[in-house]
């Protein structure tokens, strides 16, 4: 089996993107890695863990998400050092869209180096494309999407549908059958919905966006892919890539 040619003087010409990621994630490493097949001469990504085994609003869920943790990760992948740092979580989705502002600052303060977050990419794509209304898919317990939604509604967006599968352990949530994600997606939709968010870095929804644009007939924004889209584009590279869904393709 052959090996691809980098077709670069060596690994320091590329672009690098360092993501803080959730423990007990398995879908956007690997998620990540297919999107980037294309960009393998451009950008790497690197990945440090923080761990995170559940989604709940209870105080002691809500403690995984301390500032401390999330800047210590960001202090190790710096070492190598990166060009751009992601939180590659969608915590602030439920805990304020101002925690993950907070953090970026923390983060570019500590480390030198520039920072977002999924929950922030997500609400910049939503700025990109004039998104204001959306359907909503996620693995989440009602409780907690319910906080979502009123998270998105204080940002200007509301949800006008939206589908749950009442999910709060990550590996679980990592385990979905794919025909289950097609089904929350689907039940997410609605004729008033713009696009259809699926808010959560584990859920792997990812490799079905292509398919299920299609046959909702609108676009998907994922949390995985909208990660990868706003570091990419961090480092001064804007991914334009086929396979992926409107968002990668940059329609």
């Not at 803080?20 to 393998?40: F, G, K, Q, R, V």
Request: proline content about 4%; some cysteine.
């Amino acid at each position: 089996m052959s090996h691809p040619s980098f077709d670069i003087r060596s690994l320091k010409d590329l672009k690098k993107v360092g993501h803080i990621t959730p423990s007990s994630n398995t879908a956007l490493e690997p998620l990540t890695a297919l999107m980037n097949a294309d960009l393998t001469k451009q950008v790497s990504h690197h990945f440090a863990r923080l761990r995170v085994r559940q989604m709940t609003l209870d105080s002691s869920s809500s403690s995984q998400f301390d500032f401390e943790p999330m800047l210590n990760a960001a202090e190790l992948l710096a070492d190598a050092p990166m060009d751009a740092l992601v939180w590659n979580g969608t915590s602030a989705s439920w805990l304020g869209l101002d925690r993950d502002e907070e953090l970026c600052k923390r983060i570019t303060e500590r480390t030198g180096i520039a920072a977002s977050t999924s929950t922030l990419a997500f609400h910049e794509s939503f700025k990109h494309f004039g998104f204001t209304k959306i359907g909503m898919a996620v693995p989440y317990t009602q409780d907690l999407t319910q906080q979502i939604v009123q998270v998105y509604r204080k940002a200007g967006i509301e949800t006008v549908s939206q589908a749950c599968l009442g999910q709060s352990v990550n590996t679980e949530v990592g385990n979905n059958d794919f025909e289950a994600v097609r089904q929350v997606l689907r039940d997410a939709d609605s004729p008033e919905a713009e696009c259809i968010a699926v808010v959560c870095t584990n859920f792997p929804a990812t490799s079905l966006v292509e398919e299920m644009e299609r046959e909702l007939g609108k676009p998907i924004i994922d949390s995985i892919a909208v990660t990868f889209w706003k570091g990419c584009r961090m480092v001064g590279i804007e991914p334009r890539i086929e396979g992926w869904g409107r968002l990668l393709r940059g329609a």
